[in-house]
C-alpha cells in the first residue's frame, strides 16, 4: 500500500498529463489554421522583405551617384569660392582704376570748362567784332550804290550840257563856215588836246565824287567839228563804263538775280543739299542721307558762295536749304538787307519749281526737342518771315544739332512720297 501509495502523485500528474494532452489534442487544429495563416503572412512579409532588399540596393545605388555629385558640387563649390576670391580681387582693382579714371575725367573735365569758357568769350567777341564789321561794311556799300546812283544823275546831267554844247557848236559852225578850212594836221591836234585838257579840268570827279566845278563855263569859240566829236566819243566812253560798272552792281542785287531764274520744265527726280560753307558740306549731306535712307534719290550737293552762285543751282526736284547757327538767329534775311544770299537762294529755288526744305542747322536747343516738334519754338523766324511762315505751314521748316530726330524723318519721307 505505501508502494501505491508512493506512485500516485505520478499517476495524479499522469491524470493531469493525459487532461493536457486531450486539450491539446483538441487544439491542434486551431494550432494547425493558425500555422496556415502565419505561413501566408510569412510569405507576405518574406515579399515585403524582397522588394525591401531590392529598394536598399537602388537605394545604396543612388547613394553612391549622390555622394559622387556631392563630391563634384565640394569640388565645384572650391573652384567657384577660387574664382569669386579672384573676382573680388579684380572688382577691388576696377573701383581703384574707376575711382583714379573718375579723378582724371573730373579733371579734364574742369579744364576743359575753363577752357570752353574762355573760348565762348572769344567767340562771343568775335562774332560781336564780325556782326559790327558785316554791319560797317553793309553801309558802306550802300554808300557806294548811292555814291554810283549820284554818279549816274550827274553823268546824265553832263551829257545834256555835252548835248547844248553841241547846237552851240553847230550855230557858230553855220556862222563862221570858212573860218577853219585851212587848218592842218598839227592844228587839229593842238586842239584835241586842248579838248581833253579842258575835260580833265573842268569835268573831272575825284576819287570820293565829293568836289565838281561849280563855275559856270562858256562855250568854247571856234571849236571845230572834229574836236566835238572827239569829245563826245570820250564822254560816251566814259558813260559806257559807268553804265557797266552799275549794271554789275545792279546784277548782284536779288531782284535781278531773280528776274535771270526761270521755271524748269522738267526738274531732275534728283535732291539737292544746298550750302553756304564748305566746312558744313559733310554734315548737311549726312543729315539728307539719313533721312532719304529707305528711298533712292541721288543726293547732289551745290555751294552757294556769291550771289553769282544762284544762277547755277541744280534743277532739282528737292532742294534742302541749310543755314548753319548765327548769335541773333538769322535763318533768312528781310529782302531790304544787302547781304541776302540766303533769302534769294530760296527765292531762286522755289521760283525753279523745286520743292524747297529750310533746316536751321548746329543749334543746339534744338538737340533735345519735343515729340511732334519739327523745329525749336523759341525761333519766331519760321513764324514771322514772309518766307519761312509759308514754308512753315507745308511742314518744310526743321531745326537740328546734328541729325534728325525720328518725327523729323518722317516728315520729310512722308513730304517726299506725296
Known amino acids: 500500500m505505501s508502494e501505491v501509495n508512493k506512485h500516485l502523485p505520478t499517476l495524479e500528474n499522469m491524470n ?129 550804290v548811292d555814291k554810283v546812283d549820284e554818279y549816274s544823275g550827274k553823268l546824265g546831267q553832263f551829257n545834256s550840257n555835252v548835248r547844248e554844247l553841241e547846237i552851240d557848236v553847230r550855230n557858230l559852225q553855220s556862222q563862221n563856215t570858212g573860218l577853219f578850212q585851212p587848218i592842218n594836221v598839227c592844228v587839229v591836234l593842238a586842239f584835241v588836246l586842248i579838248a581833253v585838257l579842258f575835260y580833265m579840268t573842268y569835268y573831272r570827279y575825284d576819287n570820293d565824287g565829293t568836289h565838281q566845278r561849280t563855275e559856270s563855263h562858256s562855250t568854247p569859240p571856234f571849236m571845230p567839228q572834229q574836236i566835238l566829236a572827239f569829245v563826245k566819243f570820250q564822254f560816251h566812253r566814259l558813260q559806257m563804263q559807268l553804265s557797266q560798272k552799275i549794271l554789275n552792281i545792279k546784277h548782284q542785287r536779288p531782284s535781278s538775280i531773280l528776274d535771270m531764274i526761270h521755271r524748269v520744265p522738267v526738274l531732275d527726280n534728283k535732291v539737292c543739299v544746298l550750302s553756304f560753307y564748305s566746312e558744313s558740306m559733310k554734315l548737311h549731306r549726312q543729315l539728307v542721307e539719313s533721312a532719304l535712307a529707305t528711298s533712292n534719290l541721288e543726293v547732289i550737293l551745290h555751294l552757294i558762295r556769291r550771289h553769282e552762285d544762284i544762277l547755277t543751282i541744280p534743277p532739282a526736284r ?75 505751314k507745308k511742314q518744310r521748316c526743321f531745326s537740328v544739332y546734328d541729325t534728325y530726330n525720328n518725327t523729323q524723318k518722317e516728315s520729310i519721307v512722308r513730304s517726299i512720297s506725296r
Open 318 to 392: 528737292y532742294i534742302f536749304v541749310f543755314v548753319d547757327f548765327n548769335t541773333r538767329n538769322v535763318i533768312l534775311e528781310n529782302p531790304q538787307d544787302l547781304g541776302n544770299k540766303k533769302l534769294v537762294a530760296v527765292q531762286a529755288a522755289q521760283k525753279l519749281g523745286a520743292d524747297v526744305f529750310v533746316t536751321y542747322a548746329k543749334d543746339i536747343e534744338s538737340d533735345q526737342l519735343r515729340p511732334g516738334n519739327l523745329y525749336d519754338p523759341e525761333l519766331s523766324a519760321f513764324t514771322s518771315h514772309d518766307v519761312l511762315k509759308d514754308l512753315e
Open 16 to 144: 493531469k498529463s493525459a487532461a493536457l494532452i486531450m486539450s491539446s489534442y483538441n487544439l491542434l487544429p486551431l494550432m494547425q489554421r493558425s500555422l496556415e495563416e502565419n505561413k501566408v503572412y510569412v510569405h507576405e512579409i518574406q515579399v515585403v522583405v524582397n522588394k525591401t532588399e531590392s529598394r536598399l540596393n537602388d537605394l545604396k545605388e543612388s547613394s553612391v551617384s549622390v555622394s559622387k555629385a556631392v563630391s563634384l558640387a565640394v569640388e565645384k563649390q572650391t573652384n567657384i569660392e577660387k574664382e569669386v576670391k579672384l573676382s573680388n580681387e579684380d572688382i577691388g582693382k576696377l573701383k581703384q582704376h574707376i575711382s583714379n579714371t573718375d579723378e582724371n575725367i573730373k579733371n579734364r573735365l574742369t579744364k576743359l570748362a575753363e577752357y570752353l569758357k574762355i573760348s565762348e568769350g572769344n567767340i562771343l567777341a568775335r562774332t560781336s567784332q564780325l556782326d559790327t564789321d558785316i554791319f560797317k561794311t553793309e553801309v558802306e556799300i550802300g554808300s557806294m
